[in-house]
């Protein structure tokens, strides 16, 4: 058994308070915090590829054309379970116009729409003709596509070892004990459909080999992940592989890691000797490449009766179709201080596509199910929901490492949130206003990681006329990583985020991580910012010779550089740059995170909502994000994440499932008209907010990250406004009218 | 007047002995040299390209086609001097498939071949007739061509400023008083041809705009140049311009720094929103790309009885065109030891195009100049022509620094080639045997630069497969300089140069220099050793961990890592490559130059010729080409350097010169048909040999540079052979039959 945190703690409240005094837990004092006389950073920033975004100019991957280009498609399974008898490619090898065909598959098929064969043909419309000219001979076997039936005996195995796999488990204290210990325990299930992730952009890769070199331009989230795994998969060097992103439109998960497709697209352009290029459909798209487990999620709770939480338990039942599903209790462990818990999460197999990270993966599910479950426990005791999250708020994180978060902001996400929601405003017993458009408001917190990857790397160069890069391998996955690297550099250099040419996508350039887990901008953003202090440094020293003063007198703004307090003695940064006997490059890395702390994010939703008690609508009015990210960089785009998260969580909650029929075993609604995700008028007045925090220790920025953090906590707040609305509890996601409707219908039998 | 070398030295032979024995000048310890248990370094090795560029799989830039590329094509002066009155466009506007046409040129064109317009159509036919339906009426004026007429009063002026313009001139000690002093004076004048620069790859350029970034792939010496050079013609940030070369096909200084149809192609591509290639005709190549300036030089030099030379003065008449000429007096400043020196130098301008950097340029034309005199110096004197340089050789710079060199090898050059050659064998007397055909015996000495240019930058990136790279930003103009890279990084690595993976030519990678002058291999061989030291270091420590051992204890040896003396214990080099968290990157950066030396590689060529005194032709029978350029990296692709070298050398000594007919000011043989180059049939036996040393001081190599000194030495070598066998020293290139004849004719004449 682990030894938990509050051991270790002593007095956490103390500890916090300290913290809060500036003093580290040993007494010593803490770093100094970043400088906080920024110019630009903190201020909201418009995208400087906005404009090409918007006007259809940016490139995305299959706007990418090649001379003698090839267009590859793949035969998908329409079985989810069946046994190739035998593929016959003649037909479609000696249609006019096609390059290659090639078998990728034998044996059994597990999902639909695992790949079977593949063609190249000099047009799209030729190779979707190969396609249909590929005869296949199925044998179909049975097969279990949803994870009730199979968790039953006897259900069709999808692997050998069985169905159902416990993957994760996880204790401290004792749950019994603090059940026994309690005033009020709490038993409740919840449910969480499996989601797709709908990219604007379906998948892309164009494979292009130079004699044994190959590139590919691919819309990904990880040019380097996809570079060592195409080298894995085609069984070459990674030093002969280059992979390109240019623009991308969304990937939440499903672009991490290389894809299918991708290696295919290499292998029929190393037969053909052609640049091929494979664009994925929207049938595809939601098929094959991924998608959000489902979980079915049992929380039994005990609490004193002033809201103190004695001991949770947590069994999880998450289904991952052929891959395994998402751990969903990192939560529950973390964020509150409890001294009893449990945990025992279970993979449960079945012939769907494998499930891939999506925006927060088990985050998503185990918050709805964990502040779901508070604002039932919070009804019990007749409590408000929001001081029994206060009640039980910490500064140490509660899991494995039991150390002090680095900076903590959440206390000051609820107080903000609180204020502008107007939370005093909520129905103080759920349920109790009338007529058929009921209101209510619900809150929920979340936590998430986002510290940013030790090693990441930027490059600053500063040529001789003055002209500016900042360089990094990493990706611009649609949330603005452009824009903030060029403010940076010019905040430290005294320019406009216009004068600085910002070059990433692409493995030549220095090492930074995959864009995902909200890691990309607390890892690439501090590397900039070390890169272009060193430029600073370097061109200080130039200018203080040239100027005749002490590097230590120089500063770098508006385009010039000055001695301090003697404007008169100033060159332009041109000039300055000229004095460098060449193009100089500066690298900066991301260092080590600085141990003894934990580093978190935090934050806090509060939701309005108006419940139409005849259709069972559930209308989203009003949202109030409040996040602790540390220091915001980019004010306009920290928003627009936000802002985006809530649309996209908003969507899931109330409307989006993926439907599997189960007699055929296919999805129902692999496509944009029958998978409803939300449309403009569904989505709710959004009013992002900031704490205003840095975190002295986590990097030389005090800067956290922002993908995940507000996609996490909309549902359980959404389902939270509900049951303060109508005073019945969602415990299923989609939200939908029928489920509503059958809640409240249920509620009325036993009232 | 300068001070000159001798003044400083005391005595140099003290000074070369002391140098010999180890000890520098001042008495202090020299640096330990290079090691020396090199495995590969200094080996034959193959080149890594080889087989791509002999099986034609290599692409070069012509080879390049991008989807909607256009073709561009320039219309050109046909005059050497006229004033454009009109350029009418509207006809090639209005062909289809034309999608630009733009002028170039207003008022006065000085050069045939001067660009006026440019189109950019779909085909490289339509961009042809477009230029046809250019309308452009010129009024003739006066010009000059040939440097003799334009020396004249009354003649046409090229400048304002007049034809002729002193663009150098050099003194130490008092030639008059050595003329004086001396027991033999002479004085005879040499010419030398006009040369083109006849790559087998002409030049070519693709631009290509995405919004406001520029992409240009070159043929090209020099991108980083070209990248500035564009930047600045397009008035653009230098961010904001990216050049790329992928293999090329020679240069010799004509590829050097930014072209004018590499503007044109850019600014074509910028109006059409288009990819545009514009590739030179082997016409264009002959007129607008630049040459060798001719020279017309006059010796003036006296010495003792015993061949110690006393004075030397030279006046230099060299024309470039309308650009400058070539200063040509280095040889005669630098390499004898004579206390007195006078040098003028002159331009002469002509309505041709502008000289260019021809490979070392001024070098082989004041060699030419300097070593035929030598010769009939030594001739006058009844000397020995190789016992009259040794007894002038020096071991420090006799020009401006006048500091010792940092290795010098020139006698042990002398040694190598008379012993090889059989220098003996050479008639005593210039002229002495019978017959129609006649053989005779040559020499000539050389002295280049080439010691690398500070701030040279290299990466060695290791991934975590174990697979390596090496990325710089120099480019391989012909010479191998891919696999020396790859060979360096093998040996420090323990692994086969095949492993090696090289980056090069493309301006996002580490800055290197131009290619040219000899500069490239101890520019980047150092810096690539220094970043492959850093990874052995990094790996070995690695390692050191994995074997429990000390990191000073393991050797990197055929792809393991050792404990050395145990070889029980050892990893394969991809799993100490494992240890790394991820691919690491090592910068190289080639370091400053030490002070107090001076730089310099050195050689001679020993020539036997067969002369048909009734045909006038000079046959090359045998080359023994002897060079001290410090370490030799590769033995294989130096000696294919220096076969290079004599073969254009010999080629230009004997039957190259750009022809222009006075009346019409228009070059009469702008093709491979009328001006001639070698054939194979004309290209000698060819024995490269190299001085066993290493420069301990240059670089952590010890390696000079080896582009130039193989062409510089020959003509002179040929000339003096040619002298050995008939008695007539030849003052003329190219040293064609009818120049021969005129000369035996003249001896006749006056025995």
């Known amino acids: 058994m682990r030894k938990h945190a509050s051991e270790i703690e002593k007095d956490l409240n103390l500890a916090y308070l300290e913290l809060a005094k500036g003093r580290e837990p040993d007494g010593q004092q803490p770093p100094s915090p970043p400088p906080d006389d920024f110019k630009l950073i903190g201020t909201p920033t418009s995208r400087l590829d906005g404009f090409l975004i918007v ?19 793949i035969l998908r399974s329409p079985y989810a379970s069946a046994e190739i008898m035998s593929v016959d490619l003649s037909a479609a090898q000696s249609l006019p116009g096609v390059e290659a065909v090639i078998q990728l598959k034998e044996g059994q098929v597990k999902y639909e729409g695992e790949p079977i064969a593949a063609v190249a043909a000099v047009s799209e419309i030729a190779a979707e003709e190969a396609l249909r000219r590929i005869r296949v001979e199925f044998r179909q076997l049975p097969h279990v596509v949803s994870p009730e039936k199979a968790r039953e005996e006897g259900a069709p195995r999808v692997h050998d070892s069985g169905n159902v796999e416990k993957f994760n488990e996880y204790s401290r204290g004792d749950v ?47 040019i380097f992940s996809v570079r060592d795994g195409l080298a894995r998969a085609l069984n070459i060097p990674a030093s002969k592989v280059r992979v390109i992103k240019t623009y991308m439109g969304g990937g939440f998960g499903s672009k991490l890691g290389v894809n299918d497709h991708t290696v295919i697209a290499a292998r029929l352009a190393r037969q053909t000797g052609r640049p091929v290029k494979i664009t994925l459909s929207r049938r595809e798209n939601s098929l094959c490449v991924g998608n959000r487990p489902s979980t079915l999620i049992t929380i039994k709770g005990g609490a004193k009766k002033d809201g103190t939480l004695l001991a949770l338990s947590m069994t999880n039942y998450t289904c991952g179709g052929i891959g395994r599903g998402d751990r969903s209790s990192e939560p529950l462990i973390d964020i509150y201080r409890c001294p009893n818990v449990k945990v025992e999460e279970y993979t449960v197999y079945t012939h769907t596509c494998a499930s891939r ?10 918050t709805f199910a964990l502040e779901g479950f508070l604002d039932e426990l919070a009804a019990e005791l007749g409590l408000d929901p929001l001081e029994l999250r206060k ?10 490492t039991g150390l002090p978060y680095s900076s903590k902001g959440l206390l000051q996400c609820y107080e903000l949130g609180a204020k502008k929601i107007g ?23 979340q936590i998430w990681w986002g510290a940013g990857v030790p090693g990441t790397l930027a490059d600053v160069k500063i040529h001789r006329d003055g002209s500016v890069e900042v360089v990094s391998g990493t990706q611009d996955i649609g949330t603005g990583t452009r824009t903030y690297m060029a ?3 010019a905040e430290t250099l005294g320019l406009k985020p216009e004068a600085v040419t910002v070059k990433i996508g692409d493995t030549v350039y220095p090492w930074a991580p995959s864009s995902g887990g909200s890691q990309t901008t607390p890892s690439v953003a501090p590397a900039v910012r070390e890169a272009a202090m060193q430029a600073a440094a370097e061109l200080k020293k130039l200018a203080a010779k040239k100027l005749e003063a002490s590097p230590g007198d120089i500063v770098l703004e508006n385009g010039r550089v000055k001695v301090k307090d003697n404007p008169e003695r100033s060159i332009s940064f041109a000039e300055a740059a000229r004095e460098l006997r060449r193009e100089a490059v500066f690298h900066g890395i991301r260092g080590d995170l600085p141990g003894g702390f934990a580093y978190n994010s935090f934050g806090a939703h509060f939701v309005e909502v108006e419940v139409d008690v005849q259709t069972g609508q559930v209308k989203v009015l009003n949202v109030v994000a409040a996040h602790e990210v540390g220091r915001v960089i980019n004010r306009l785009t920290a928003e627009s994440q936000v802002v985006g998260g809530i649309i996209q969580g908003t969507s899931a909650s109330l409307f ?45 920025l005090g800067t956290k990250g922002l993908g995940e953090p507000p996609r996490i906590p909309i549902a359980a707040a959404i389902a939270n406004a509900v049951y303060n609305a109508i005073g019945v509890h969602l415990r299923e996601i989609p939200m939908t009218p029928d489920r509503v409707l059958a809640a409240l219908k249920k509620k009325e039998a036993n009232p």
């Open 55 to 73: 006007t259809g100019k940016a490139r995305y991957t299959h706007d990418l054309f090649f001379d003698h280009l090839l267009h590859g498609k």
């Open 487 to 489: 403010t940076i550099v």
């Open 423 to 445: 939370w005093s405003r909520r129905n103080k017993k759920p349920g109790e206003t009338q007529g058929v458009k009921r209101r209510g408001l619900g809150m929920a917190s």
């Open 391 to 400: 009640k039980n708020c910490t500064t140490a994180n509660q899991g494995d």
């Open 656 to 700: 989006e499932e993926r439907l599997i029929d189960e007699s055929t075993g296919q999805m129902v609604n692999p496509n944009l008209q029958s998978y409803k995700i939300a449309t403009t008028m569904d989505v709710p007045e959004i009013t992002p907010l900031f704490v205003d925090m840095v975190d002295p220790r986590i990097n030389n």
């Open 176 to 222: 019994e004990k603090g059940f026994a210990e309690a005033d009020v325990v709490l038993e409740r299930t919840y449910k969480t459909a499996v989601e797709i992730h709908h990219t604007a952009e379906t998948h892309a890769s164009i494979a292009k080999w130079d004699e044994d070199q190959l590139t590919v331009w691919d819309s990904t989230q990880a």
């Open 357 to 366: 990270p999506t925006r927060a993966p088990g985050h998503v599910q185990g």
